[in-house]
């Protein structure tokens, strides 16, 4: 028996990391459907995502309801446009403020379910502050940056990839990054300035947000991803004893 990370009560309820529809929806475009493991770096062929039942209530999961639907949307209509065979894909962003909680949500429902319950422990101050903007209607907006999904292993091939929330640099800027319908949300929790180009990309305030079809990027060299496929193909290769 757990109590509410929230309001202390309980029972707590089955908490979806990530929206469960969003890897639903992924599973029928490919077989391949691969994402990290629940306990540390590696991969595996995923089923419905990941949940925890021990960190959150029915009224305070509840109050994520809203945000989790919102983010639904923004994937579906994105992959509908998508398929219409376009490289450029407009989405409609009317509450920008929602896909900003949508990204927290699922960080902070990350960092929660993986610190033995003290979601301190992985994000630091930034814990009680993306709480207390989720739950508690104190305005927090860390910068999020979406873009489309380009990882690759083998040429032209792109990975139908999920990934949960992970810890991302790039040009030393550091990020909270996840992997799902086909998109990349980079969600920065500290105030520290970016340069401009990458902070042009923000869509807090973007009622829109166009998505271009990115360059191929090798999911080795990314970090993070790297590390979770090197283990992955570690397992393919045959086992050979170690030499006596
Ligand atoms: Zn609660």
Do not use: R
């Given at each position: 028996m757990a109590n509410c990370l929230i309001c202390g009560s309980d029972p707590t309820v089955k908490s979806h990391i990530v929206p469960r529809a969003l890897f639903h929806d992924m599973k029928?475009?490919?077989?391949q459907l691969i994402g990290n493991l629940r306990d540390g770096p590696g991969y595996q062929h995923l089923q419905s995502g990941f949940w925890d039942k021990?960190?959150?209530c029915a009224e305070h999961e509840g109050q994520l309801h809203q945000a989790d639907e919102y983010g639904i949307q923004f994937c579906r209509t994105f992959n509908a446009g998508k398929k219409a065979g376009q490289w450029r894909v407009d989405v409609p962003n009317p509450a920008p403020e929602l896909l900003v909680d949508f990204a927290s949500a699922c960080v902070w429902r990350m960092a929660a379910s993986r610190s033995e319950r003290r979601p301190e422990k992985w994000l630091g101050p930034y814990a009680r502050r993306l709480a207390d903007s989720l739950f508690h209607g104190i305005a927090y907006r860390p910068m999020l940056l979406v873009a489309c999904n380009a990882y690759q292993l083998k040429k032209g091939e792109i990975l139908n990839m999920g990934a949960l929330p992970f810890r991302y640099v790039e040009l030393d800027i550091h990020f909270w990054r996840f992997i799902v319908g086909g998109l990349i949300f980079d969600l920065k929790l500290d105030a520290r300035a970016t340069p401009a180009a990458m902070a042009t990309?923000?869509?807090?305030?973007?009622a829109e947000v166009t998505l271009f079809e990115d360059f191929p990027q090798s999911a080795r060299r990314t970090p993070g991803v790297g590390h979770a496929l090197a283990a992955l193909s570690m397992q393919r290769r045959s086992f050979r004893p170690p030499p006596n």
């Open positions: 029928p475009a490919k077989g021990t960190i959150l990309l923000a869509v807090n305030e973007q």
